[in-house]
């Protein structure tokens, strides 16, 4: 498949452009611009590449691209750096989907970076058990308003994710994997909790359900 690949982008590679393999299905192409419209023009020639499907032992596989764009020197003032914000480009591309070209611009390396920090912060206060319990009422207004149970909500207590939600944290912790750890946190958080109101005597007028908004 790969060198099936491989052929069909040598085979719209113009003289003076490069092409090269840097990894096990991705590759690079330097193409030098003429206008401001040549990256689309080049994107748009790689993508055309894999509009027919390619054959394999006779069966037919339909195969896309995720291409990532850097421009030099806008983007960058290394060939390293240039190549390090396709790279960045090239992983928006496939969260968004794939099958479809990305532009490198200096907001998506910033919050790139902001969600590694964010990252490494959510797994220091998984690790402290910086999580906090907030419940929301939830009301029964067919009887009189009464409080028929609560909506368990996480919160970080962790200092460096001071001010920053569930909204924003948990699609990191998602794309992470961290997802399960704080889910099995909320459960000890709950069953604490539960336990304190059955103490209390009040086992069956507040039900909670765990949420994470």
């Not at 970080?156 to 001010?163: H, K, S, W, Y």
Request: proline share 6%; aromatic share 6%; glycine share 8%.
């Amino acid at each position: 498949v790969i060198c099936k690949v491989a052929e069909r982008l040598e085979a719209v590679r113009d003289p003076d452009q490069l092409l090269a393999r840097v990894g096990a299905e991705e590759f690079t192409f330097l193409s030098r611009g003429r206008r401001a419209e040549a990256p689309e023009a080049a994107t748009a020639a790689l993508a055309q590449a894999f509009a027919e499907p390619f054959e394999i032992d006779g069966q037919p596989l339909y195969l896309s691209a995720s291409m990532g764009m850097s421009l030099f020197p806008m983007d960058a003032h290394s060939p390293e750096e240039m190549w390090l914000n396709a790279d960045l480009a090239m992983y928006e591309a496939k969260a968004l989907g794939g099958n479809r070209a990305v532009p490198f611009t200096p907001k998506l390396r910033d919050r790139l970076a902001r969600e590694a920090t964010i990252g490494q912060s959510l797994q220091r206060a998984i690790r402290d058990g910086a999580f906090a319990l907030y419940l929301q009422p939830k009301i029964n207004l067919l009887d009189h308003g009464s409080l028929a149970g609560a909506e368990a909500l996480v919160r970080c207590t962790d200092p460096a994710l001071a001010g920053i939600g569930p909204d924003i944290f948990m699609p990191i912790a998602e794309k992470t994997g961290l997802v399960r750890d704080i889910d099995l946190l909320m459960i000890d958080l709950v069953g604490a909790f539960v336990a304190t109101l059955r103490g209390r005597g009040q086992r069956d007028r507040l039900t909670p359900v765990v949420g994470n908004a």
